[in-house]
Structure formats: C-alpha cells, structure tokens
C-alpha cells in the first residue's frame, strides 16, 4: 500500500472507506479508469476532514452511477447531461460526485462551456485552484500513485489559494465565490496574481454575469461548509452577499445566528449519519430577519428548487412535531431516546437545539449528541463482520442496532475503591525489650 493510500484510509470515516472500495470494483468492473480527485484530496493533504468523495472517471460518469445505484443501494441526487455527472447518496450517509474527466471551454465569460471528455491530466488542468487539481489513482496498476500538474500540493503547503490558469476566474466568475469561501474556511491567502485577477473581474463587473443555477450551486456549498458563518461575513465584507438577495446587508444579516449555527454543528461527532440537509436550516437562520417578499427575491435569484423551497419553509412545523416527542416521560432512557432521534431528520434535531425554550429538549438533544452518539461509533465493521454480518445488508443494520442498544442499556460500572495504604512495619525494639501494654479501652462513668 501507498503512503498516500495509508494517509487516505486514516483520514475517511469507515463508511467513506466502504464507498471508496465500491466505486473502485464498479470501475473496474466497467474498464473505465477511475481517480479520487478535487475537495477530498485538498482536504486529506490539508489535514483536514473529508466531508464529500469526488471522483473523476476516463468514461461513461453517468452509466457508472446508475450501475452503483442498482447494485449498492446508492440514491442519485441529481444528474448533469451536460457535464456527464451525478451527485451521489450512499448508505451511511455518504455523499460522492461522480464526474466524467473532461475539458471545459468558454465562449464568453460566465456562458455555458463546450465540454469534451479528456484524460485526467486535461481534467485537472482546467480546474478553478491548483489545491483542486490533485487526483489520486485507483486504478490497480498504479494505485495510490499522485498526479498532481499544477503543483497544488505545494500551495496546500504553503497554505495560499492559486488559479489554475490567468483565465480561471474570467471564464466562470462563480469561482470568485468560491475564492472566498475557500479563504474563509481554510484560512489560506490569496497568491498575487490571483489576487490581481479577482480585482479585475471585479472591476468588469463579470459577478452580475453568474447564473440562477451558479449561484444556487454556491448557495449550498456554503450551507454545507462548516465554517458557514465566516464565509458569510467574508462574503458581505467584498459586497457579494447582495447577488443571492439585496436585502441581504447590514442588520438584515442573522450573524449572530448563523454564529450560533456554526457552533452547533460541531456537536455532530464526524462519520455520523445524521440525514442532515443544510440548506434548509441555514436559510432559515440566514434569512430570519427579512420579510416574506425579500425570501421570495432570493428563491428567483437562485432559482432554487421547489422541494428545497418547501423543505426551508415546512421546518419549523417538522421541528415542533419532534419537539412534542421529546418531551415525552418515556424517553427518560438512553436507548429509547437514541431510536427516537434516531429516526429524526439531522436539520429538525439541529433547528431543536438553537430554538427550543425547553431545558429538557436541549439536554437530550445534547446528551444524545455528545454521549449516545459516540457509543454507538464504538461498533466497529470488524465487529459486525465477524457475527457474519455484511455491510449493506438488513440484517448488518439490524445486528449494528441491536449491539448500539446493548450498550445503551448496560450499566455504567463502578469504579473500584482504591487500596488501602499498607500499615508501615513497626519500629524493631532494642534485645530484651518489650512492647508496651496498650491502654484498654473503658466506657464513661456516668
């Protein structure tokens, strides 16, 4: 095994490991060449956690898709023709893009780009950053083997944000966007002469040029990023928050919210399947102080989708149902309490724990969280596995919950009580002395 593929296991959570080994069957399966490319490889050589899987494929994206959906119980999201992609769900609550490796070509900055598909080395020298175009190979004859063009790993290194290209950011000014989400949360600076092409985008004026469809694509990266509210300060502070709504500025910006937000997404322990949609809670807290027309002004400029729409508006509804249940005296156990969260959707659970005035809901939102949560962890693959169980199947989610609850259930053990101190060995007495009579003991007069 490759370092970077030792580095790559260390750094997934054992259902992300899982998904990495399917994919890699199913592309061999297919004889398409196969690579872990763009935001998992910045953030495992950044130190960072992987949230997502990105893969890029010498071939057919779509039809490799569909082929893991039949056979691994994986959901498509979405489907892009156009770029020859789909957004991927996995069991476990993975998720992965699925990319055909291609070629991008713009006819006018901001339009539609002329995509013909290309090896992986094209593919990654037409990306936004170079901390973006590095690609990790699964393919069994070079396995673990880093390609890297564009110098990224360098830039990771010295922690700064560099364009692929003096192009990058005219091409797709949606990438100026991401420059600063990506400077907010991981903390990099700007190398120059990006910084120089960042300014001259903004003096053409090119971000009035990015689509209905680029800004709701960004809108729920930075729903997904966990440091959501810096990207959201960094994003007023270069006037770029007013292009997914106007009113969005001054005091009609929910900081203190999305603050609060941000702080409670670190309660949710990593490799967690927590059914968690963002968006629909980060637009809530983002958008509490505007009016129902200023909402409606973001959903047309974003263009968002009826069912995200809908999922945002319905949630306080779907949270106060959850809320009702949680007050309830049957759930004064761990493991009633862990199956009733359990079947809870993550952004209800999340939405209890900013809004609820109920001391009781936030404590067992916070136990399960903090405690329940990360016992359950503790049941580990190897253990399934050598019950027989096999992942993917009903009866490996069964056993996995049964031996959850058992945990749940046992009761904590007593520490033991520390040792007495040993008594210290009488001083020896002199030859022919004796030791002195003690005194007995007697009872008061009264």
């Given at each position: 095994m490759s370092d970077y593929m030792f580095m790559l296991e260390s750094h997934l959570s054992p259902d992300q490991n899982r998904v990495v080994r399917e994919v890699q069957s199913a592309a061999l399966e297919a004889g398409a060449r196969i690579f872990l490319v763009g935001g998992a490889m910045r953030d495992m050589l950044g130190a960072f956690p992987i949230r997502d899987l990105d893969f890029a494929v010498e071939g057919d994206a779509l039809k490799l898709a569909r082929q893991l959906a039949k056979q691994k119980g994986a959901r498509i999201l979405f489907a892009d023709s156009h770029r020859n992609a789909a957004e991927m769900l996995f069991p476990g609550g993975v998720r992965a893009e699925i990319a055909m490796a291609r070629l991008e070509r713009y006819p006018r900055p901001g339009g539609r780009p002329e995509i013909t598909p290309a090896t992986i080395h094209e593919d990654l020298r037409c990306r936004d950053f170079t901390?973006?175009?590095?690609?990790?190979?699964?393919?069994?004859?070079?396995?673990?083997?880093?390609?890297?063009?564009?110098?990224?790993?360098?830039?990771?290194?010295?922690?700064?944000?560099?364009?692929?290209?003096?192009?990058?950011?005219?091409?797709?000014?949606?990438?100026?966007?991401?420059?600063?989400?990506?400077?907010?949360?991981?903390g990099y600076s700007v190398e120059e002469k990006t910084q120089n092409q960042y300014r001259r985008v903004r003096e053409e004026g090119l971000e009035q040029r990015i689509s209905a469809q680029k800004l709701a694509d960004e809108l729920r990266h930075i729903a997904d990023d966990p440091a959501c509210a810096d990207v959201v300060r960094a994003l007023e502070e270069e006037g770029l928050l007013s292009l997914f709504c106007p009113a969005l500025s001054g005091a009609k910006i929910n900081h203190q919210g999305l603050a609060r937000l941000q702080k409670a997404r670190l309660l949710v322990p990593f490799g967690v399947d927590l059914r968690l949609e963002n968006l629909g809670l980060f637009l809530h807290v983002l958008t509490e102080k505007l009016t129902p027309k200023e909402k409606s002004a973001l959903v047309e400029a974003?263009?968002?989708s009826q069912q995200e729409v809908e999922r945002w508006r319905k949630l306080g509804a779907r949270a106060a149902r959850l809320e009702r249940l949680l007050k309830s005296p049957k759930l004064h156990r761990p493991?009633?309490?862990?199956?009733?969260?359990?079947?809870?959707?993550?952004?209800?659970?999340?939405?209890?724990?900013?809004?609820?005035?109920?001391?009781?809901v936030q404590d067992r939102i916070k136990n399960y969280l903090q405690k329940y949560l990360p016992l359950a962890l503790e049941v580990t693959e190897e253990q399934l596995r050598a019950r027989g169980a096999q992942p993917g199947t009903p009866e490996y989610e069964k056993l996995k919950e049964q031996l959850i609850l058992e945990r749940l259930s046992a009761r904590p053990k007593r520490p033991a009580p520390p040792p007495e101190p040993e008594k210290p060995p009488e001083p020896a007495l002199p030859p022919g002395q004796r030791p002195p009579l003690r005194k007995p003991l007697t009872r008061p007069v009264r």
């Open positions: 901390i973006n175009a590095i690609a990790l190979s699964l393919n069994p004859s070079s396995r673990g083997l880093l390609i890297d063009p564009t110098n990224g790993v360098a830039d990771i290194q010295h922690k700064e944000l560099r364009a692929v290209s003096n192009y990058s950011l005219f091409d797709d000014p949606s990438r100026i966007l991401r420059l600063i989400r990506f400077r907010a949360r991981l974003t263009r968002l493991a009633q309490l862990y199956l009733a969260l359990g079947k809870a959707e993550g952004d209800e659970i999340l939405y209890l724990l900013l809004y609820s005035k109920l001391r009781l």
